[in-house]
């Protein structure tokens, strides 16, 4: 079975920083694509960031220059390395992996930054 566990969500001041991490219960290198989406409060959940299974990488405009997603296929991981952190920022992160055809959802971390 599939599962994909986020964690390193707090409560963090504005311009701070947090890493986020999603670790696989399969290997990640079967994931053709890795995904991180948000969900503000009242809000739809919206993309993020990407990394490819060929080593490319996308970012939304709300997040482009300050986030990096990475992945480590060693540990079956991929991280969100989330840097000068804004107030509106605060949301549930989820990774989401693609993988054979079907794409997999994490449970959440939550992600607040205090002004």
């Known amino acids: 079975q599939v599962q994909l566990v986020e964690s390193g969500g707090g409560l963090v001041q504005a311009g701070g920083s947090l890493r986020l991490s999603c670790v696989a219960s399969v290997s990640m290198g079967s994931f053709s694509v890795m995904d991180w989406y948000r969900q503000a409060p009242g809000k739809q959940r919206e993309f993020a960031a990407r990394?490819?299974?060929?080593?490319?990488?996308s970012y939304s405009d709300s997040v482009k220059g300050r986030f990096t997603i990475s992945r480590d296929n060693t540990k079956n991981t991929v991280y969100l390395q989330m840097n000068s952190l804004k107030p509106e920022d605060t949301a549930v992160y989820y990774c989401?992996?693609?993988?054979?055809?079907?794409?997999?959802w994490g449970q959440g971390t939550q992600v607040t930054v205090s002004s």
């Open positions: 989401k992996g693609s993988r054979l055809g079907y794409d997999y």
């Open positions: 990394a490819t299974s060929g080593g490319s990488t």
